[in-house]
T-cell receptor, first 112, second 113 residues
Framework: DTGVSQDPRHKITKRGQNVTFRCDPI?????LYWYRQTLGQGPEFLTY????????KSRLLSDRFSAERPKGSFSTLEIQRTEQGDSAMYLC??????????FGSGTRLTVV | GQQVMQIPQYQHVQEGEDFTTYCNSS?????IQWYKQRPGGHPVFLIQ?????EVKKQKRLTFQFGEAKKNSSLHITATQTTDVGTYFC?????????????FGKGTLLTVNP
């Protein structure tokens, strides 16, 4: 297993377009997280899954954001009608019960 | 909501000098975790502390968890250029989900060779 994989690494989109990101966690990890990070800030929680169940979603996440984890394996994060304020690094992480997160390399979104 | 604060925001040192970053939470934490993010990279897990007053060492790095489980520190002895990066603390709120972490803003460490 090579760790947490995210695709794409970079995405440039026009304002108003929809985008979808994919995350493949470490196969032994049952928890998967999405965070957002902007320059000079720490990662900010968006949502997390235990297996296929979405257990918590940040109040900061508007209705334009949706995440899925079908069959408890990979996950997708979709942003509809993107806005310039959505520009950020979107980080996926996975974990098991006892240790910290393993982060992927992230998807850098630029909304123009 | 839970807030996690870190000081200083930036620290520049000469290679060989020591470095310390401090982390304070507005709420009691069930554990504290530390991550390192190299420039252009992603956060990498360093360590987790669980017990009140716990101290752990990793080579030149010493991590402490406060008695009240609301604060923590990371101390690096004799910094090297490989220590450059942003150090984040993060923790789940005690009584909340053990898996949702709130991160501080981090301390950016630069080391002059």
């Amino acid at each position: 297993d090579t760790g947490v994989s995210q695709d794409p690494r970079h995405k440039i989109t026009k304002r108003g377009q929809n985008v979808t990101f994919r995350c493949d966690p470490i196969s032994e990890h049952n928890r998967l997280y999405w965070y957002r990070q902007t320059l000079g800030q720490g990662p900010e929680f968006l949502t997390y899954f235990q297996n296929e169940a979405q257990l918590e979603k940040s109040r900061l996440l508007s209705d334009r954001f949706s995440a899925e984890r079908p069959k408890g394996s990979f996950s997708t994060l979709e942003i509809q009608r993107t806005e310039q304020g959505d520009s950020a690094m979107y980080l996926c992480a996975s974990s098991s019960d006892t240790q910290g997160y393993t982060f992927g390399s992230g998807t850098r979104l630029t909304v123009v | 909501g839970q807030q996690v604060m870190q000081i200083p925001q930036y620290q520049h040192v000469q290679e060989g000098e020591d470095f310390t970053t401090y982390c304070n939470s507005s709420t009691t934490l069930s554990n504290i975790q530390w991550y390192k993010q190299r420039p252009g990279g992603h956060p990498v897990f360093l360590i987790q502390l669980v017990k009140s007053g716990e101290v752990k060492k990793q080579k030149r790095l010493t991590f402490q968890f406060g008695e009240a489980k609301k604060n923590s520190s990371l101390h690096i002895t004799a910094t090297q250029t490989t220590d450059v990066g942003t150090y984040f603390c993060a923790g789940p709120r005690s009584g909340g989900s053990n898996y949702k972490l709130t991160f501080g803003k981090g301390t950016l460490l630069t080391v002059n060779p």
